[in-house]
């Protein structure tokens, strides 16, 4: 029988974070046998508060040196490069903190370790929520959080509440937090796959993952920071690991497994996957090279009939940061509030390529009838009007085909783009406003598209072939536009912004708005060609087809 040792299941190694100081005031030191910090309330309320209020804004040096470096690889693709420089204009917008980064705010998830000398009134969950309801609601934050009214009824909370928290404990006399938002975007890439030691060997391995990867598409707005746990003694413990290795969190693992049965990453493992991201060809959104920044994967201790593997991902709005309170003050972690100079030159802005300009003054036929010209990949440049609807507006109108009625002249007459703003800043036509996930709305469009609605679509990733085919079945075509970029799309893209419809849903309303000068790329065709189907194929160049 070996003898009792015990290790942690994540042993972290040292925080190398660099923080800055909040406050020193709050807080009580006691001395007795042992030392004991006493933490006022509000300093909870204040730090969580500061927390959301940076992440919605700025990102991590890391993240915007790794943006940087696709701009300086001679190997990127010009869309790679494309994507990544409007990435890092909307990153310099959202420094400005007036503006959030991405229009979904997301859902706020706090994780702490309280030390057991560190004292509070055990009201620990409501003061950090306090924190999250006052970054929001004053804030030109969305409110994104349903709560259930019955089992098919719900209603906005108003405040982005509940929030997510957990508390847990540990030795010392300090207080660690991990702060996120957490978009639907890339909350909804987080995938379990309950596998068996088959899957444990190195060909194996890479054949699933590569499958797997590719199943991702580009709804969560890449270029991604990758996370893949093999193991773990409950399928749930995997699914959280993984979001923590998404956010960085576990980078101090140990790079090897023990006998005692700690976690480990394998970094030989992380260079293999990063390789097959490289090469599937999806790129940053639109065809290339840089999918993924990087990749963690995480080996766990697993019951002998059970194998997960978990997959996450953190998407452009990579939106986390670390805070501590100890002796010492309130510390929250030092994040970049001048990302422009990460940016090139002024010399080095300039789009490379050509784009086509797309007028949607015109009737409907007419905007089709210019699409129709380009193949897919082609990046166009939209200005005129358009309609904003996503799930709830959609259902609704579902439900008015269904009693007889016809489709509403404006997603007939209109291109249709899937989205949901941000609060509107005071002096500025829009809040922050870039798109949602387009395949939410796939179920719709073969019936919409019948009725003479959504014959051009707007909005991020993928869609289903249930989706081509409708394009090519009624003369179609989808656009995507670049995820995570919201910010800059409300400041130079978007001139006006009113409510059409169904005022009372908030953020779900039914919109119009007005856009000049809106990037985009021809995904699906009224030809039955989706770029994602083959998403290495050669970048075509802009130009009429022959």
Known sequence: MPEFTYTDLLPLGADGTSYRKLTGDGLTRHASFRNFLEIEPQLLTQLTAAAMGDIAHLLRPGHLRQLRSILDDPEASPNDRYVARDL???A?????????MCQDTGTAIVMGKRGQQVLTDGRDEEHISRGIYDAYTTLNLRYSQLAPLTMWDERNTGSNLPAQVEIYATGGDEYKFLFMAKGGGSANKSFLYQET??????????????EKIRSLGTAACPPYHLAIVVGGTSAEFALKTAKYASAKYLDGLPAAGSAAGGGFRDRELEEQVLGITRRIGIGAQFGGKYFCHDVRVIR?????????????????????????ITADGVFLERLETDPAKYLPDPAGLED???????????????????????????RVS?????????????????????????????????????AGPAKTPEGYASGSFGPTTAGRMDSYVDRFQAAGGSLVMLAKGNRS?????????????YLGSIGGAAARLAQDCI??????????????????????????????????????TDPSGPVLSIGPHP
């Open 88 to 90: 890092l204009k909307n």
């Open 92 to 100: 310099c917008i959202a420094a400005g903190r007036v503006l959030p």
């Open 197 to 210: 030691k088959a899957v444990l060997n190195p060909a194996r391995m890479m054949t699933f993952l590569e």
């Open 300 to 324: 766990l201790p697993r019951h002998g009939a059970s194998c997960p593997v978990a997959i996450a991902v953190s998407c452009s709005a990579d939106r986390q940061a670390l805070g501590k």
């Open 352 to 378: 490379e390529g050509e784009v086509v300009a797309i007028d949607l003054n015109q009737p409907m036929d007419a905007i089709r009838a210019e699409l129709t010209k380009y193949p897919v990949r082609t």
């Open 382 to 418: 939209l200005t005129g009007p358009l309609v904003v609807a996503r799930d709830i507006a959609h259902a609704k109108i579902a439900e008015r085909l269904d009693a007889g009625e016809p489709m509403p002249a404006y997603l007939r007459d209109h291109p249709v783009y899937y």
């Open 465 to 477: 072939a249930a989706v081509t085919a409708a394009c090519k079945k009624y003369g179609g075509f």
């Open 495 to 532: 001139t006006r912004v009113c409510v059409l419809e169904y005022e009372e849903l908030g953020m779900e309303a039914v919109w119009q708005i007005e856009v000049r000068d809106f990037p985009a790329f021809i995904v699906v065709d009224d030809k039955g060609n989706d770029f994602f």
